[in-house]
């Protein structure tokens, strides 16, 4: 950990309640993007089957991507408005995202007040 900054790991809607108003500089994040499928049978597959190639030593899957675009707008929305009441006024926010999730993202930060 440095004096300045740290990553932290862990689900947002659990995590940023235990911060204090003002406590952070940025948000930066990579959250999952829900857009790994035509249809929904697509989109419940494990993330380490959908995203990698690698086979047995493909990264561990992680929850969240079977999401439909509605219900991740509205995810997003929660743990964005939660991140934005524990920023400094002005503070920026860094999205990874998929392009076909940056409409749902646009209004999801809207939603949150950003």
């Known amino acids: 950990m440095n004096d300045k900054w740290e990553i932290l790991h862990g689900d947002a809607l659990k995590l940023l309640g235990g911060f204090a108003p003002g406590a952070f500089d940025a ?3 990579d959250p999952p993007y829900a857009s ?10 494990s993330t380490a089957k959908k995203y990698s190639s690698m086979g047995d030593h493909a ?11 509605r219900s ?5 929305a929660e743990w964005l408005g939660d991140a934005r009441k524990i920023c400094k006024p002005g503070a920026p926010v860094c999205m990874f995202i998929d392009w076909r999730q940056l409409p749902a993202a646009t209004d999801a930060l809207q939603w949150a007040g950003w």
């Open 59 to 69: 990264p561990p899957p992680f929850d969240g991507d079977a999401k439909d675009q």
């Open 72 to 76: 991740w707008t509205r995810w997003a």
């Open 27 to 29: 948000v930066i994040t």
């Open 36 to 45: 790994g499928g035509r249809t929904q049978a697509e989109k419940n597959k």
